[in-house]
């Protein structure tokens, strides 16, 4: 714990200007973000008596070993600037709005030739018109289909349209009359456009225009005696309202609002949003946060609007935004909400009418929503927090493990040897910071020694990324030998994890280069290490930091037979009760990093089988190789030709054709094959396999 009269900035050195400023950790992530109109008086309220301070401030101030701030011009850059900042180091003690679910979007494809109105979700994509969120996804099909009766727009997939359009015959809809069929040419690119325009103004609010059109367009169908036409225009008419009575009426038609509701208690906030266009809810979403940093509701409210146009644009920043209660600074909010717009944006507490009640339905459902998470969650907090305090009481930790990391080692007798890390903090895992290694120190099988290589790997990443930092300025010497740097192979989608992250072995020559708060892999340090085993995996995975010179990182094993706990140097387990919180959530760790590395094991083993002799050939891609067995139609045919029939097949030369053969020649013949439900051998023909 630091006390903050170390780090302490010298009263003549803050700026009494706006500005925003960052707290880092003893690790130098960056921990907490705010932003202040003054500088100077707004950090002098972060070093005052700690016992004045709210205990989350206190935690925060206590875990941070520096402050550092950035000078702007305005407030509104300090708002711009305070957003980017905790959307890019995602500080653990700023509020942060969790999305209690995906919500789905009504959306067009204006960007396409032939726009598609479609249900989405996730982050929004350049060139598409969205509408909502929606609670459901259903309700969004029963208004599509209603509307499309009116604006036959292109509903169907790209594959669904092409072949539509090479077979020359539309999909159902379109012969229902519910498509335009732009597939086969019933309806020119621009027609489809103009009635993809027509769907989204209808989408927008701007109902009235059409039902009078439509109305109009059937009385005179009518008088002209076209009774069949006028009778489809009423249909449509009925449709459209019908798809405007989905959306309850609340407002006056041209409203544009989102209303914003946050019902909160000392440890967490609900925050709901309705979504007003053109006088009706046309969307609603919620998020839930706990309260990790001293925040009030004008507090709460900043934040939510932050998140919430923080990457909008345009229209999809309302005319008007409600709110209970104002941010601290509301004059330099609305302008940085007009900046997002493009135009004027108010922002304001709903004081009487129409916009008051609506709000106090968004406020009762706010309090629903605090309420449910609340009985979904209480049970869980209390859980994890009393196994960490178990585990803690169990292995003598001074302080419950916050972080933990597990390592397991798979293979199949001896082959493909792989090992897992898996990480939970606050006893919740931690997918993005798994990671996942290869065995290369030697061959064959041995649990012991492979955990000593991994353990000795991680953490000589570790200290890599910590000398890089320039938290110390000599390299103890170690003990015992270190083990010499190896590539790790991560999790699906990263490359090796120095590299990935930016960190590399630290070179003398180089320049040193200022961290920039971002997380990075293998750069924090777990407070308890779990290796899946007993006392050998443990004493090997203690030795490995033994070496390293590390002696601050707490180890100890869960060995499956007995679920016993080993810690290094004693010869007598820790036995946890069976109904131990703490053993149940050692077994959860436990159980997912050997999840973790059973399955990355199976990948290797089924990419091996796969694997053939014209694998190793250099140079020798999947195409070309598809073309040398397409040629000679099996590899045991391929195996019999010669150097100059090889090279007749176009795209292989004869260094490749000469490659070809000796990789065939060298390689060992394969087992027969065989017929599990009649024992039979199975041999390969001319034209493939027969028994």
Request: with cysteine; hydrophobic share 35%.
């Amino acid at each position: 714990m630091a006390d903050p009269s170390s780090y302490r900035p010298k009263p003549g050195q803050i700026p009494d200007s706006p500005g925003v400023y960052k707290f880092r950790d003893e690790h130098r992530r960056v921990i907490y973000v705010g932003k202040a109109k003054n500088l100077r008086q707004r950090l002098a309220n972060y070093f005052q008596d700690l016992a004045a301070l709210h205990p989350r401030t206190r935690t925060m101030v206590t875990t941070a070993a520096s402050v550092e701030w950035t000078v702007v011009s305005t407030e509104v850059e300090a708002l711009q600037l305070e957003y980017s900042w905790i959307k890019e180091f995602d500080p653990r003690f700023n509020v942060k709005y969790r999305d209690d679910k995906s919500y789905p979007y009504l959306a067009v494809t204006l960007g396409e030739e032939f726009p598609r109105v479609q249900v989405m979700r996730g982050a929004k994509k350049k060139g598409v018109r969205y509408f909502g969120p929606y609670g459901h996804a259903w309700a969004i099909r029963e208004t599509v289909d209603l509307m499309l009766r009116v604006f036959p727009v292109r509903t169907c997939s790209a594959g669904v349209f092409k072949n539509a359009a090479r077979t020359g015959r539309p999909c159902l809809l379109g012969y229902i009359g519910k498509c335009s069929a732009p597939c086969v040419g019933r309806v020119t690119p621009e027609e489809h456009r103009e009635l993809a325009d027509d769907f989204c103004d209808f989408m927008a609010g701007r109902t009235g225009t059409y039902i009078r059109r439509l109305e109009k367009d059937m009385m005179a169908a009518a008088e002209e005696m076209e009774y069949e036409r006028a009778a489809r225009l009423r249909d449509d008419v009925e449709a459209l309202k019908r798809a405007m009575e989905k959306s309850a009426v609340v407002l006056a038609d041209a409203t544009d609002a989102d209303l914003i509701a946050v019902a909160e208690d000392e440890l967490e906030a609900a925050v709901q949003i309705f979504h007003v266009r053109g006088g009706r809810v046309r969307g609603q979403r919620g998020w839930v946060t706990d309260k990790v940093e001293n925040v009030d509701t004008s507090g709460l409210v900043e934040h939510a609007l932050q998140q919430l146009y923080g990457e909008e644009t345009g229209d999809s920043v309302p005319k008007e935004v409600l709110v209970p209660a104002l941010p601290e600074h509301p004059e330099a909010v609305s302008q940085w909400l007009a900046g997002r717009r493009g135009s004027q944006v108010s922002l304001r507490i709903p004081q009487r009418g129409d916009k008051k009640d609506l709000m106090a339905t968004v406020q009762r459902n706010a309090q629903q929503a605090l309420g449910l998470h609340k009985t979904k969650r209480a049970s869980d907090l209390t859980t994890r927090s009393r196994a960490l305090e178990e585990i803690a009481e169990a292995l003598g930790l001074d302080t419950a493990p916050l972080r933990i990391e597990c390592f397991d080692i798979s293979h199949l007798q001896g082959d493909d040897v792989v090992a897992s890390m898996v990480v939970f903090e606050d006893g919740l895992a931690r997918k993005s910071e798994y990671r996942r290694f290869q065995i290369k120190g030697f061959e064959g099988q041995d649990d012991v020694r492979s955990m000593h290589e991994v353990i000795g790997r991680r953490f000589k990443r570790y200290l890599q990324e910590k000398e890089r930092t320039g938290e110390w300025e000599e390299t103890p010497a170690p003990t015992g030998p270190v083990p010499a740097p190896q590539n790790d192979t991560t999790d699906p989608g990263t490359t090796d994890p120095g590299a990935a992250s930016g960190t590399t072995a630290p070179d003398p020559d180089a320049e040193p280069r200022e961290d920039d708060g971002r997380p990075k892999r293998f750069a924090y340090p777990p407070q308890l290490v779990v290796v899946d085993g007993g006392q050998p995996q443990v004493a090997a995975a203690k030795r490995a930091l033994d070496e390293l010179g590390i002696d601050d990182i707490a180890v100890c094993g869960l060995a499956k037979r007995l679920e016993e706990v080993w810690l290094p140097d004693d010869d007598d387990p820790v036995v946890l009760p069976r109904s131990s919180e703490g053993l149940y959530l050692l077994q959860r760790v436990r159980d997912e990093a050997h999840r973790f590395a059973i399955t990355y094991q199976r990948a290797k083993r089924a990419k091996r089988i796969r694997s053939g002799p014209l694998d190793a050939v250099a140079g020798l891609g999947e195409t070309r190789k598809q073309a040398l067995i397409k040629h000679f139609g099996s590899v045991k045919k391929l195996k019999q030709a010669t150097i100059d029939e090889i090279c007749e097949v176009p795209g292989i030369g004869r260094r490749t054709a000469e490659s070809v053969a000796v990789a065939l020649a060298s390689a060992a013949p394969a087992a027969p094959a065989v017929n599990t439900a009649t024992g039979e051998i199975i041999e390969e023909d001319d034209g493939g396999t027969t028994t």
